[in-house]
């Protein structure tokens, strides 16, 4: 493993897309993130719980666990532009907390200095490190026994040599070289759409990704997304059963040749005790 890809100057700059994306944040984009949440997380789970989102960008995954009634929220994130980003954001819309944010990586996280949590949450994030089995590894150790840890990561495709080598170009190019790749991408987007008999502007106009985000900032954010990394379902579920965490939930597809990109498969895992 290449330890400089773990620094933060050999990355893409996600913190810049989060804070430009955190200023339109609006009722619509949290409703999003709390669906997003509540498809791998029950209310249950979170209420009076301890939180830790991993990864945390703009802070609306954060947010969107206070709103299901969480005893303490912990953010963490690389990127001082993302800190500045979920700082604000949960100013603005959870003033009372009970929340921190800290510029921390995931390499970082010590459990004998923050304490272990109910929840551990990174979604989309961990494969952008440079060293996914190793980020992996080290958010797991954050998850109290018993506790769960709720992942999402690329699924592999065909393609993900060419996706590496262009998240590897975008992130050293000019932005008016960025502006055209997007530019193209979107263009085959809706050809894609327009093959399937679909409307390319119903499906701009509606766009809300996962994460709350809007076509736009989403497709910097995939075009962008250096280091990159992916892993199949059965492989992580492997992985984990040998760090002692039983698989609760999976929501994953099938590799196929990711000639638009990749997605993520997300999974719940349980924490062994004992």
């Not at 949440?37 to 989102?53: C, P, Q, T, V």
């Not at 921190?100 to 923050?114: G, M, T, W």
């Not at 494969?127 to 080290?138: E, K, P, R, S």
């Not at 590496?164 to 790749?181: D, F, H, L, N, P």
Request: glycine share 12%; charged share 25%.
């Amino acid at each position: 493993m290449n330890e400089s890809l773990k620094r933060l100057d050999s990355h893409f700059a996600f913190g810049e897309n989060w804070a430009d994306f955190a200023k339109s944040l609006d009722g619509e984009a949290i409703s999003h993130a709390e669906a997003g949440l509540a498809k791998l997380l029950d209310a249950h789970d979170i209420e009076g719980k301890s939180f830790l989102d991993i990864g945390c960008g703009s802070g609306v995954h954060a947010l969107a666990a206070l709103r299901f009634g969480a005893a303490r929220v912990m953010g963490v994130d690389i990127d001082p532009n993302s800190v500045a980003a979920a700082k604000g954001v949960l100013g603005r819309f959870a003033a009372e907390g009970p929340w921190s944010i800290e510029a921390l990586s995931v390499f970082k996280l010590d459990p004998a200095r923050l304490g272990v949590f109910d929840i551990v949450y990174s979604w989309g994030v961990l494969h952008h490190t440079g060293d996914m089995l190793g980020a992996i590894g080290c958010a797991a150790n954050m998850v109290r026994p018993g506790g769960l840890f709720a992942i999402a990561l690329y699924r592999p495709t065909t393609l993900d040599a060419f996706w590496v080598a262009e998240k590897r170009w975008y992130t050293g190019a000019s932005s008016s070289a960025q502006a055209t790749a997007r530019g193209i991408y979107m263009a085959a987007l809706r050809a894609g759409h327009l093959v399937r008999g679909r409307s390319f502007a119903r499906f701009r106009e509606g766009y809300v990704s996962r994460r709350g985000m809007s076509l736009d900032h989403d497709v910097h954010d995939w075009l962008g997304g250096y280091p990159y990394e992916s892993i199949g379902a059965d492989e992580l579920a492997d992985h984990m059963a040998g760090m002692g965490f039983e698989e609760v939930k999976r929501f994953a597809r099938p590799k196929d040749l990711g000639l638009l990109g990749s997605g993520c498969d997300e999974f719940v895992f349980r924490r062994q005790i004992g």
